[in-house]
């Protein structure tokens, strides 16, 4: 079984750019998740969907970020523009459901440098 | 939302001694208890889980116990190796909150 994917698995950029972060999850899971881990932190939630629907994003700072899913597999993050505290490592998730029941496989990262 | 603690935050141990993280949580709805293993520069793994319902759960040298009335949660690493040397997350709540890690170092 292909594990969740994530592109790509690293990205440098400079301050007020803008980067942008794929994720295809497991066949078949319905729930997908992004992180935020930085450096010596564990991951922190930023979205959870369900299907192509958004079941949490209260930690994701909308003010830069943005995550669609449109067709209910794929998602996309992205951060316009970025600050230098945005370096961490982007972790996609995703689960056959949401809630405990369901076990979350997390992908490789990718992982982001602003300088 | 969920508040998770861990420590300590960096342990030592040496090969074949036990090692022991433990973790606190606040919100007592919180029902589903996982830790995660990752290794330097890789993707976390779930290594084992316990939910509300049990107290202690076992695999092979690895355990968790739960006490649901003091909302804290431990693992427990019987037997350590050297390539048990990782960081280790606890995480709790429905929207998983991740424990800072624990940094456990395992020398021959």
């Known amino acids: 079984e292909a594990g969740v994917a994530q592109s790509p698995r690293y990205k440098i950029i400079e301050k007020r750019q803008s980067v942008a972060f794929w994720c295809n999850p497991i066949?078949?899971?319905?729930?997908l998740y992004w992180y935020q881990q930085i450096l010596g932190q564990g991951p922190k939630l930023l979205i959870q969907?369900?299907?192509?629907?958004?079941?949490?994003d209260s930690q994701l700072p909308k003010d830069r970020f943005s995550a669609e899913r449109l067709k209910g597999v794929d998602s996309t993050l992205k951060i316009q523009p970025a600050k230098l505290e945005d370096s961490a490592v982007y972790l996609c998730a995703s689960s056959l459901g949401q809630g405990n029941a369901y076990e979350q496989y997390f992908g490789p990262g990718t992982r982001l440098t602003v300088t | 939302g969920e508040n998770v603690e861990q420590h300590p935050s960096t342990l030592s141990v040496q090969e074949g001694d036990s090692a022991v993280i433990k973790c606190t949580y606040s919100d007592s709805a919180s029902n589903y208890f996982p830790w995660y293993k990752q290794e330097l520069g890789k993707r976390p793994q779930l290594i084992i889980d316990i939910r509300s319902n049990v107290g202690e759960k076992k695999d092979q040298r690895i355990a968790v116990t739960l006490n649901k009335t003091a909302k804290h949660f431990s693992l427990h690493i019987t037997e350590t190796q050297p390539e048990d040397s990782a960081v280790y997350f606890c995480?709790?709540?429905?929207?998983?909150?991740f424990g800072k890690g624990t940094s456990l170092l395992v020398t021959p």
């Open positions: 969907f369900q299907n192509n629907g958004v079941v949490d």
């Open positions: 995480a709790g709540g429905y929207a998983l909150n």
């Open positions: 066949s078949g899971h319905a729930t």
